[in-house]
């Protein structure tokens, strides 16, 4: 018998399986201590999780069994192998099977490079194909944003172009890290099935809920501390480096383009947390304009201190991963409304 052919409770099964993991654990019952054993077993059809109560001590992970009189159940809604004394249980030395993964539904919020291959659902956005030549190949990545309701995060995919607006499963995913955040990429092997439902989100936190680096999550908060140095800063307009002396080291030649750099601390009641903010966040709050900012430059600091220091805030941003611990990149920041107060009323709850 296959793995995907096992439903609900079946007994005296045989099955040819690898054994992809094995753990071993001491309990205490009413009849005294006794030892089982757990992991995980595949074939080419899928995965199923054991627990054995004997199992032979030369076999260990890696390895292909037989098993004959192993019994199937329902357990936590999942499909469990259990092993007893009945079992048989013969090591199949040479053999191998290449074992169809499953892969665990998981929550952006919830992604981990310790789980590197996952399956996420999400709606994509921002996704735009770039060209790259190697070797006298031509080929595109595509790079964008997948969102769920719980976190927003990068995404690329390699060849393979997903549409605006349109929820995506994605089966077989890979987490990684980029810029001190986590991001999704869609490789050979990842499934992409396009689903038919439609995703709205709001992701309204409190920093004391998140201990990851997720995207595009509202909080709102007092802002307590503003940096001193917030303010004008000038960038090269080609590598985009912010320059001290005004000129940029590479590109001496090239143009300078005026942007906000400003710092401040953001505390909601159940944590505080550093943050900074650009020019996108901040030029729509204070309500200037891109051709505004040479006459403002000399302001924007008491603007900031006006409008910024020792008031309640919404943001919308996305954390970052620091040495020690988490930070904000801030997208937007507005006045808080009605509408928001009463959601974090509901959060709170
Ligand atoms: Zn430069």
Request: proline share 4%; hydrophobic share 35%.
């Amino acid at each position: 018998m296959k793995i995907d052919e096992i439903h609900g409770e079946t007994p005296n099964l045989e099955l040819k399986v690898k054994i992809l993991s094995l753990s071993r654990r001491e309990t205490t019952t009413s009849r005294g201590e006794t030892v089982y054993y757990y992991g995980l077993v595949g074939d080419e059809t899928g995965v199923l999780p054991y627990t054995a109560w004997e199992f032979p001590a030369p076999i260990k992970a890696g390895d292909t069994v037989q098993i004959k009189y192993a019994r199937s159940r329902v357990y936590n809604e999942r499909i469990r192998l259990y092993f007893d004394s009945k079992t048989e249980i013969l090591l199949k030395p040479g053999e191998d099977i290449e074992v169809k993964r499953t892969y665990k539904e998981t929550k952006l919020m919830d992604l981990s490079l310790k789980n590197p291959f996952v399956t996420v659902t999400g709606k994509i956005s921002n996704m735009a194909g770039k060209e790259y030549s190697k070797a006298g190949n031509t080929f595109t990545i595509y790079n964008g944003f997948i969102e769920d309701d719980t976190s927003r995060v990068r995404i690329s995919s390699f060849g393979q172009p997903l549409e605006n607006g349109k929820i995506y499963r994605l089966v077989g995913a890979r987490v990684s890290e980029f810029n001190k955040q986590l991001e999704i990429s869609i490789g050979d092997k990842t499934e992409v099935y396009p689903e038919n439902e439609d995703m709205d989100f709001e992701r309204y936190y409190k920093l004391f809920e998140v201990d990851n680096p997720a995207g595009g999550i509202t909080i709102l908060g007092f802002i307590i501390t503003l940096g001193t140095k917030s303010g004008i800063i000038k960038r090269c307009s080609e590598c985009n480096k912010p320059l001290s002396t005004g000129v940029c080291p590479d590109h001496p030649d090239k143009p300078t383009k005026l942007d906000i750099f400003s710092y401040f601390t953001l505390d909601d009641g159940t944590r505080y947390i550093q943050c900074i903010a650009g020019k996108k966040a901040v030029m729509p709050f204070l309500g200037i304009k891109e051709e505004d900012l040479p006459r403002v430059a000399g302001d924007i600091y008491r603007m900031l201190e006006d409008r910024l220091y020792g008031h309640a805030v919404r943001v919308n941003a996305d954390f970052i991963k620091n040495e020690d611990d988490l930070s904000l990149r801030v997208n937007a920041i507005s006045a808080i409304t009605r509408e928001d107060i009463e959601k974090d009323i509901k959060v709170s709850q």
